[in-house]
């Protein structure tokens, strides 16, 4: 069974909190500029260990020290609280980045 889609107000709300992030359509994406390549590969590690254990993984896309993650949740067609979630494990491991 998939997660029910957030209402536009939920979302509203929810972008509020992740001002880093932007969204587009069913979609919300943030790129994080790393110090180095080596440590922007670090926080695709990390992220990609969180998104394993909540078994909902974003689209990661790697230009240099700049890495941007995507998230929607697929099999909802849109987003939920799954991606609201896993936005704000990333910012988290993005501030410990720094």
Avoid: C, Y
Wanted: aromatic letters at 4%; proline letters at 3%.
């Amino acid at each position: 069974m998939s997660a029910p889609k957030l209402t536009e107000a939920e979302l509203t709300e929810a972008l509020t909190e992740l001002s880093d992030w932007t969204r587009s359509g069913d979609t919300i994406t943030r790129t994080i500029e790393a110090k180095t390549f080596p440590a922007g590969i670090e926080l695709v590690r990390r992220v990609a260990e969180v998104a394993e254990n909540a078994n909902h993984h974003p689209d990661i896309d790697i230009r240099w020290r700049r890495v941007s993650f995507t998230l929607s949740t697929h099999d909802s067609g849109g987003l939920t609280a799954l991606d609201v979630s896993l936005a704000r494990e990333i910012d988290r491991l993005a501030a410990q980045s720094d």
